[in-house]
Structure formats: structure tokens, C-alpha cells
């Protein structure tokens, strides 16, 4: 099963880049990938077993559900439904500070094609493919940290959240 990874260091308490990364009022102010983006079945927020509803700028649809919810250090998503290549598809997030306003984050991608007998040049390719799109997801996300006006958003949004209950 294929995995692409790529990791970054980005200015920012690992706190707000976790929240930043899992919000979704603010995801498209960053994420070049994303066209749409929706918490599902009326949860309030990305918390584990919550699911989403994903529009990429392909205009590719794809339903997950958050297995691992720790915050501020590692969120994993699976896909339930999604584009009929992927037999399966997951998703993590993975924080490490590495001072009071350093984060290091990883993000990685595993996943396998449909059918069998195209899987091994379809997964070439979507390697290659997923990598570049991972990276541009990373560059784009350590830039909005390392701006600063989103992460002062996200511990907005979370004082928000937080004076109400």
C-alpha cells in the first residue's frame, strides 16, 4: 500500500497550527486543494468518529471519518466514500513542537487503487500525483502559520468556542 508523506516547520504554538489544520470554518482561507469542505451528520466540530464531507478543486468527492482525534498531536481520517480508483484511502496529521511558537507537522496520505490489474501504475502515478499535492498543501499551511493572521483567527475562533460552553 502506498504512503506519501512530506513534513514541514512552521511558526506557530502547536496548539493553534492543530486547530488551524482541523478547522473547517477557516480551511479555505489556506488550503489550495480544497473547493468545499463540511462537517457532517450535525457535529459541531472534527473530533474522532465525526465525519466530513470533502470537494476538492478537481471537483472530486470524498466522505472520511476521523478515527484518531488527539489534540494537539495527531488526527487520522478513512475514507468511506470517495473516487471509485481508491479501494482505500486514509489520512493523518502529525504535531510535534519543537519550542513555544516552532511546530513541526507531517501529513501523509496512504492508500490503494482499484481494479487490481491496473493498481501498480495507477499507484505509481498516484504517488507521484499525492506527493506534489501534499506539498503544496504543506507550503500553502506553513505559510498561513508563519503569517500569523489565521492562527490568531483559529484562538479566536477557539476563545468563541469556548465562551460558549
Not at 42 to 57: C, F, L, N, Q
Not at 82 to 89: H, Q
Amino acid at each position: 500500500m502506498p504512503v506519501v508523506e512530506h513534513t514541514t516547520e512552521v511558526g506557530g504554538a502547536i496548539e493553534d497550527v492543530f486547530d488551524l489544520s482541523q478547522s473547517y470554518a477557516l480551511r479555505l482561507d489556506w488550503d489550495p486543494f480544497v473547493r468545499a469542505q463540511r462537517i457532517l451528520d450535525g457535529a459541531a466540530r472534527a473530533d474522532k468518529d465525526v465525519r466530513t464531507e470533502t470537494i476538492s478543486r478537481h471537483r472530486l468527492r470524498m466522505v472520511t471519518r476521523y478515527l484518531t482525534f488527539r489534540r494537539p498531536t495527531l488526527v487520522g481520517m478513512k475514507m468511506e466514500e470517495g473516487p471509485p480508483i481508491f479501494r482505500t484511502f486514509s489520512g493523518s496529521w502529525r504535531f510535534e513542537a519543537l519550542g513555544p511558537d516552532r511546530t513541526a507537522v507531517a501529513f501523509r496520505y496512504r492508500f490503494d487503487c482499484k481494479p487490481r490489474l491496473l493498481a501498480p501504475l495507477m499507484e505509481r502515478i498516484g504517488t507521484w500525483y499525492l506527493g506534489r499535492d501534499i506539498e503544496r498543501r504543506l507550503a500553502a499551511f506553513k505559510a498561513a502559520c508563519d503569517d500569523g493572521t489565521l492562527l490568531a483567527a483559529v484562538r479566536a475562533e477557539r476563545d468563541d468556542l469556548s465562551a460558549k460552553g
